[in-house]
């Protein structure tokens, strides 16, 4: 099996037509996934907990840390402290719109549910990866921004509005980055029974984002910034709302997501082409 309904060329080639279709689509993937939360209130209740108690073991640690210095490698407490509402606003968003997805990738693959998708008139791709929302975990970006603003206030920082654009900027390349490794990761699954390892090891690599990219060694660093490029979720939004970034790295950042970007484009489509039904 090598080409299917949802990959192949569309017959009025209107690339704009497609990406409005495709919007709609996610629109009620959106509306469903609302739908489904108010049924499940407990749900929220649970989520918005859990990510309050994860929050407070992220802060613990960089309060006890800034008990004994004022200052660690140019990072004060209060600029810590909004890099892990950065941190938390960013796995938020990954949990409500990613991981509920890519966590499905291995059942999609080896169940032979792929199937059923494969013959839906959208891309294949667009759907496994963005059909299920958990609207609940943006209770922890609310919570997350809570953090940040109050970081902001501590240390002094008020941003210019250049500055909060190149901070969305970079949080959403980093967001397209990380979404782009994980699912590269995921797509494994299509030569591997299971990828549940593969993702508990990313889970861990994205722990590291609760901390400035300086507090690594230069060898991690360069690691957390190409190869695994959480410091484009945190580190660099951080450091350009205080105004210590230019636009080289937003520039650097788009190109960095366009090309991850398309190699997870490259990477599904040789996935589809070694695909054999698990069904049949």
Same mark, same amino acid.
Request: with cysteine; glycine share 8%; hydrophobic share 55%.
């Given at each position: 099996?090598?080409?299917?309904?949802?990959?192949?060329?569309?017959?009025?080639?209107?690339?704009?037509?497609?990406?409005?279709?495709?919007?709609?689509?996610?629109?009620?993937?959106?509306?469903?996934?609302?739908?489904?939360?108010?049924?499940?209130?407990?749900?929220?209740?649970?989520?918005?907990?859990?990510?309050?108690?994860?929050?407070?073991?992220?802060?613990?640690?960089?309060?006890?840390?800034?008990?004994?210095?004022?200052?660690?490698?140019?990072?004060?407490? &209060?600029?810590?402290?909004? @890099? =892990?509402? /950065?941190?938390?606003?960013?796995?938020?968003?990954?949990? %409500?719109? !990613?991981?509920?997805?890519?966590?499905?990738?291995?059942?999609?693959?080896?169940?032979?549910?792929?199937?059923?998708?494969?013959?839906?008139?959208?891309?294949?791709?667009?759907?496994?990866?963005?059909?299920?929302?958990?609207?609940?975990?943006?209770?922890?970006?609310?919570?997350?921004?809570?953090?940040?603003?109050?970081?902001?206030?501590?240390?002094?920082?008020?941003?210019?509005?250049?500055?909060?654009?190149?901070?969305?900027?970079?949080?959403?390349?980093?967001?397209?980055?990380?979404?782009?490794?994980?699912?590269?990761?995921?797509?494994?699954?299509?030569?591997?029974?299971?990828?549940?390892?593969?993702? &508990?090891?990313?889970?861990? @690599? =994205?722990? /590291?984002?609760?901390?400035?990219?300086?507090?690594?060694? %230069?060898? !991690?660093?360069?690691?957390?910034?190409?190869?695994?490029?959480?410091?484009?979720?945190?580190?660099?939004?951080?450091?350009?709302?205080?105004?210590?970034?230019?636009?080289?790295?937003?520039?650097?950042?788009?190109?960095?997501?366009?090309?991850?970007?398309?190699?997870?484009?490259?990477?599904?489509?040789?996935?589809?082409?070694?695909?054999?039904?698990?069904?049949?």
């Amino acid at each position: 099996m090598s080409t299917y309904a949802g990959d192949r060329p569309p017959l009025d080639r209107n690339g704009l037509h497609r990406q409005l279709r495709h919007l709609r689509l996610w629109r009620r993937f959106l509306a469903q996934a609302v739908v489904r939360e108010t049924h499940y209130r407990a749900h929220f209740v649970t989520t918005l907990l859990v990510g309050l108690v994860q929050l407070g073991l992220g802060i613990v640690p960089i309060l006890l840390l800034f008990g004994f210095t004022q200052e660690m490698h140019g990072w004060s407490r &209060a600029e810590v402290i909004t @890099l =892990v509402g /950065a941190y938390q606003i960013i796995t938020g968003l990954m949990a %409500a719109f !990613v991981a509920p997805n890519l966590n499905r990738m291995t059942a999609y693959i080896t169940e032979g549910e792929l199937d059923a998708v494969l013959l839906r008139p959208v891309s294949s791709q667009f759907y496994l990866t963005l059909r299920w929302i958990n609207v609940a975990e943006l209770s922890n970006v609310a919570s997350g921004i809570v953090v940040l603003v109050i970081g902001l206030v501590q240390s002094g920082t008020s941003p210019d509005v250049g500055q909060i654009l190149q901070a969305l900027v970079l949080a959403a390349c980093g967001v397209v980055l990380l979404a782009s490794v994980w699912s590269a990761m995921s797509f494994l699954a299509f030569w591997l029974q299971s990828v549940n390892p593969i993702g &508990a090891i990313y889970l861990n @690599l =994205v722990e /590291a984002g609760r901390y400035p990219l300086v507090f690594f060694p %230069a060898v !991690v660093r360069t690691f957390l910034t190409f190869a695994f490029p959480v410091a484009f979720a945190t580190t660099f939004p951080v450091q350009a709302l205080a105004g210590d970034l230019g636009w080289a790295p937003v520039a650097g950042g788009i190109a960095l997501s366009v090309v991850a970007v398309t190699l997870v484009r490259r990477l599904w489509r040789r996935g589809l082409r070694s695909y054999a039904s698990a069904s049949s």
